[in-house]
């Protein structure tokens, strides 16, 4: 404690109790008188003291008769040269003189003695007068120091004793006022030191502990508490000093002003025992509390709280103690109004950045699940303690997709909890909430709320391990559908939820709705798309005797849309086959649509037998104004390796030699869709034996940072190493991973490799689909291979005849079999053609003529026929000795 | 690239001559029926079908044409078959007994004379 500043130091010069008094200096002046005339009348000789100056010019005169007889006199002047004074002696006087001088001094003798007694007279009362004085001075000496002397009495005179009362009194009242000024300092003090702090406090519990230090200090009660208003307009207990928590709890809601008192003053109860009504005055006394007073705590007018002061004893309350806790009173709410103030604009911060990076979150990623569980691994702890997000699946089925914790040591439990989806039957939770669409705040969350949520006994344990205390569960509300509710839980007892966080909650509840709808959105339509695309998509290749082909199709990433890509392989009635690329602009559903059609358009051209050139003009008149398409049409005999081909805007195809000489097929005009009626050159080429025929979108060669022409570049020099790499599977796996690596494609990518081989001249094995297309395949390939075989043409064409018709009759059998195929097989052996036709069908009687016929016309072609009928097919085995020419 | 088969249909001296080039089975027997009929007017005398191109004619194709007599024997008109004797069909013929009820030429210029 700071004490008061020095006494100032009294001014001028200490009085000094040597110095001598007004007595003493009358005694001595008296003295020096009386030895003066004693000398001037006494003595014969007439001693005078002069001024050294005029004594000089005396001396220096000539004689000069005396005052008093006339007469000249002589004498000496010594002067004092020290100071400045001459002593000068003259001549002693006459007799007259003398004469006149003994009786005046007669006379004088009288005088004098009187007033020698007067002059001690004098002294004596002087000095009775001056000791009472000396005392009072001293007193008022020490007065002066800051001392508080005590006045010792004083009888005479009474003016003295008059002067000492007054004395005594100042004394007392400057000690008072010493005492008022120093408690004043004290409380300014204190004051500002608790003002000081209660600004710098981070958290409103320091506030609230300064306040009480500064009270207690401040009106020097014994106990105290700062009651609060909750937001209902309860006071309630935030903090105190030597009060019991029973006492506390029960003096929580009372408040002697209504919450709209405009100006409630402080009420003081200087003793409980009178001052208070039955049953608080029982609990008070109880508490052991005799006296009280309520300030209240008032921050822009508005009634927020109540300091509470408490005495053991019966208190009369000073103004200052009144004015002190007033004062106290009028900083702590103040800083209880900035510190929420405050408190509010930090926490709206915080919102803003949590909603900003949750929204980050959720515009980043399509795949809503895993962004659900980032949202809610940022809501913990920033918003709670404990996360659920429950999704309602497009079959109704509620799923718990999201259970975390703010604390990694409760994840076991969270595990647990993940299998209690909500019951949307239920009549409170997350289940209410999906039917009700409403919001649903529970705290405090008590056994019984858990008792009615909980599912099973496990759950209900979970549930209580977990200590939820307050929750609040936010319905996803997209458009008019609940796409689920995300729940929020705080496990701090003393936490709750207020209207703020409810909102932020209803936030982030239409972020997230809005990003599931646009997720699942986007989803369903990829997935129509990719359905769309692969239904048009060949979803096998054909078999193509003498052909090795493949093609891969490569979608895109997952965030983009499918694209317009599409392939396909055709065995031509002709014997030919046709290979077919194409890329629709654009993507998304109506891309795989636009292509879908182009597929079918090339296949029923195709099959019609119409020449390449022709097909791909009928393509560009088919396709509306605002589509556009690139298209590849390529033909290839297989007997000779002929190769001919129209290019609509596509990239060329390669052909990829089996040394590993890499040509480009160029030569091509405008895309599909350019020009309504442009036309299509044919290219042509041939392909040498084993060289392999390589079609491919653009999306194979266009990668991130590198152009068409390195794109192409990088393919020559991969498809040059795929040398000797016999499957057209294996050469598209190397140059798809050389081009792309394992990275999803940007674009999609198609690609089909078909390489022409020789036919197997022991054995021939050949399995077609039951449908009479397949006949004119089956033909042209026996026909190859009778001609690898060096069969005469005549005799070829004849065996031709046999297995065509034997042929027709597996399809006929097959009708509506299961599995719809018949197989061929032909063999050459010691110069005889074995043909073997088998199908799994159901035998019929020949009917019609034609029929007989093909039976007689094998019979006639072939040297012998053998007919096996059973319950699981039919064979036909044949076979005719050949007249060999020169082989090949 | 062509169809299986094409049907080429000129008329040098009143009589149609449908050339079916190319190859005729079950896929498209009834269409090479079709379309030869579509080349024969009612007031023609007949037609002339000239295999002489054709590469391939299985029984299929033997009914197609013993149906086309049918068809044409009803309404009076004649069916003259051309296939040259070096044709790897003609013995297809022959087996099928075509020639016992259709008359088989040589030549084009044949079948015209005899139908003309």
Redesign the interface.
């Known amino acids: 404690m700071t004490i008061l500043p020095p006494a100032p130091a009294p001014s001028g010069k200490p009085w000094s109790p040597a110095s001598w008094g007004l007595a003493a200096r009358l005694i001595v002046g008296l003295a020096l008188l009386l030895v003066l005339i004693l000398l001037f009348t006494v003595g014969t000789y007439q001693l005078a003291v002069w001024e050294r100056r005029q004594a000089m010019a005396l001396a220096r005169q000539p004689e000069r008769p005396s005052r008093m007889t006339g007469e000249a006199r002589f004498g000496a002047i010594v002067p004092v040269t020290t100071t400045g004074w001459a002593v000068a002696f003259t001549r002693p006087v006459g007799p007259l003189e003398a004469a006149l001088r003994r009786q005046f001094l007669g006379r004088a003798g009288a005088i004098w003695g009187v007033t020698l007694l007067a002059g001690l007279l004098a002294a004596v009362l002087v000095s009775r007068m001056v000791r009472p004085l000396r005392v009072l001075v001293r007193a008022a000496t020490a007065m002066a120091r800051g001392e508080r002397p005590t006045v010792a009495p004083v009888g005479d005179p009474p003016e003295a004793a008059a002067l000492a009362d007054a004395i005594r009194a100042m004394s007392a009242a400057v000690a008072q006022r010493e005492d008022a000024l120093r408690d004043a300092l004290h409380l300014r003090d204190h004051l500002y030191r608790m003002t000081e702090a209660v600004t710098r406090a981070e958290r409103v519990e320091e506030i609230y502990d300064r306040a009480l230090e500064a009270l207690l200090q401040g009106v020097g009660a014994d106990r105290a508490a700062i009651l609060l208003q909750d937001r209902d307009g309860v006071m309630r207990c935030v903090r105190s000093a030597g009060l019991s928590p029973a006492y506390c709890a029960a003096v929580e809601g009372h408040s002697p002003w209504a919450a709209t008192t405009a100006d409630p003053q402080p009420v003081l109860i200087p003793d409980v025992a009178v001052g208070l009504e039955p049953p608080l005055r029982e609990t008070v006394l109880g508490e052991g509390i005799r006296a009280m007073a309520f300030f209240p705590l008032v921050a822009e007018g508005r009634l927020i709280g109540t300091f509470m002061v408490y005495y053991d004893t019966p208190h009369a309350f000073r103004n200052a103690e009144v004015q002190t806790a007033q004062a106290v009173a009028g900083h702590v709410a103040f800083a209880i109004r900035r510190h929420r103030a405050e408190e509010a604009r930090r926490r709206m911060e915080r919102t803003q950045r949590y909603l900003a990076e949750a929204s980050r979150v959720l515009s980043e990623s399509l795949d809503y699940e895993r962004t659900l569980h980032e949202v809610a691994r940022l809501a913990v702890p920033a918003l709670a303690d404990l996360c659920l997000v429950d999704l309602r699946g497009d079959d109704g089925v509620v799923r718990r997709v999201v259970a975390v914790h703010a604390d990694p040591a409760r994840a076991r439990l969270m595990e647990v909890l993940r299998r209690y989806a909500p019951d949307p039957a239920r009549e409170a939770g997350a289940g209410r909430v999906l039917r009700t669409r409403q919001p649903e705040v529970v705290q405090p969350v008590e056994e019984a709320w858990l008792a009615r949520v909980a599912q099973d006994a496990v759950h209900l344990q979970v549930l209580r391990e977990l200590g939820v205390a307050a929750q609040m569960t936010v319905p996803l509300l997209a458009r008019d559908a609940v796409l689920g509710t995300i729940l929020f839980a705080a496990c701090d007892p003393r936490r709750r939820f207020d209207a703020d966080d409810l909102a932020l909650a209803e936030e982030l509840g239409r972020r997230v709705a809005l990003a599931i709808e646009n997720a699942r959105l986007y989803a369903r339509e990829r997935h129509i798309a990719e359905t769309l695309q692969r239904s048009l998509l060949p979803d096998r290749l054909p078999e193509i005797p003498g052909l090795r082909v493949a093609a891969r199709y490569l979608p895109a990433g997952p965030e983009a849309e499918i694209g317009g890509d599409w392939y396909d392989v055709l065995a031509?009635?002709?014997g030919?086959v046709a290979l077919v690329m194409g890329d629709v602009a654009g993507r998304g559903v109506r891309a795989a649509a636009t292509m879908g059609q182009l597929r079918n358009a090339v296949r029923a051209y195709a099959l019609?037998?119409?020449?390449?050139a022709l097909i791909v003009e009928r393509l560009n008149a088919l396709l509306h104004a605002d589509e556009m398409a690139t298209c590849l049409y390529v033909?290839l005999d297989l007997a000779s390796g002929r190769v001919?081909f129209v290019n609509a805007g596509h990239v060329p195809p390669l052909v990829v030699a089996p040394e590993g000489r890499v040509t480009a097929l160029e030569g091509g005009a405008l895309p599909l869709g350019i020009l309504s009626h442009a036309r299509y050159p044919e290219g042509e080429a041939t392909l040498a034996p084993g060289a392999l025929l390589l079609l491919f979108t653009d999306g194979l060669v266009e990668a991130r940072g590198r152009s068409l022409d390195d794109g192409l570049a990088a393919l020559r020099r991969a498809a040059a190493e795929t040398a000797g790499v016999e499957e057209p599977a294996e050469v598209i796996d190397r140059l798809v991973a050389a081009l792309l690596g394992r990275e999803a494609p940007v674009d999609d990518v198609a690609v089909l490799a078909a390489r022409p081989t020789p036919l197997p001249l022991e054995r021939l094995r050949l399995r077609f689909p039951a449908v009479?297309?397949s006949?004119?395949t089956l033909?042209h390939t026996l026909k190859r291979w009778l001609a690898a075989a060096g069969v005469a043409?005549?005799e070829a064409?004849?065996i031709?005849?046999a297995a065509?018709?034997a042929s027709?009759n597996a399809?006929e059998h097959a009708y509506g079999a299961a599995d719809g195929t018949f197989a061929v097989e032909t063999a050459l052996e010691d110069g005889t053609v074995t043909v073997t036709v088998q199908d799994w069908g159901r035998w019929r009687d020949p009917r019609?003529?034609?029929?007989g016929?093909?039976l007689?016309?094998i019979r006639?072609f072939m040297d012998t026929v053998e007919v096996h009928r059973s319950g699981v097919g039919t064979t036909v085995r044949m076979q005719r000795r050949v007249r060999r020419g020169p082989a090949g | 690239m062509r169809p299986l088969a094409r049907v080429v249909v000129s008329t040098p001296g009143g009589v149609p001559v449908a050339t079916v080039e190319g190859e005729v089975d079950i896929t498209n027997a009834a269409e090479v029926r079709a379309q030869i009929l579509a080349a024969v007017p009612n007031g023609a005398p007949g037609v002339v079908v000239d295999l002489t191109p054709t590469t391939y004619l299985d029984s299929r194709g033997v009914h197609l044409l013993l149906e086309l007599a049918g068809r044409l024997r009803r309404s009076q008109q004649a069916l003259g078959v051309v296939c040259p004797s070096g044709s790897v069909i003609r013995r297809t013929l022959t087996l099928a007994h075509l020639d016992q009820v259709v008359p088989l030429y040589a030549t084009v210029e044949a079948a015209l004379g005899a139908i003309g």
């Open positions: 031509l009635p002709t030919e019609e037998g119409h020449p390449p033909t001919r009479p297309a006949l004119p033909r043409p005549a064409y004849e031709l005849v065509g018709e027709s399809i019609g003529a034609h029929r016929r093909g007689v016309l006639a």
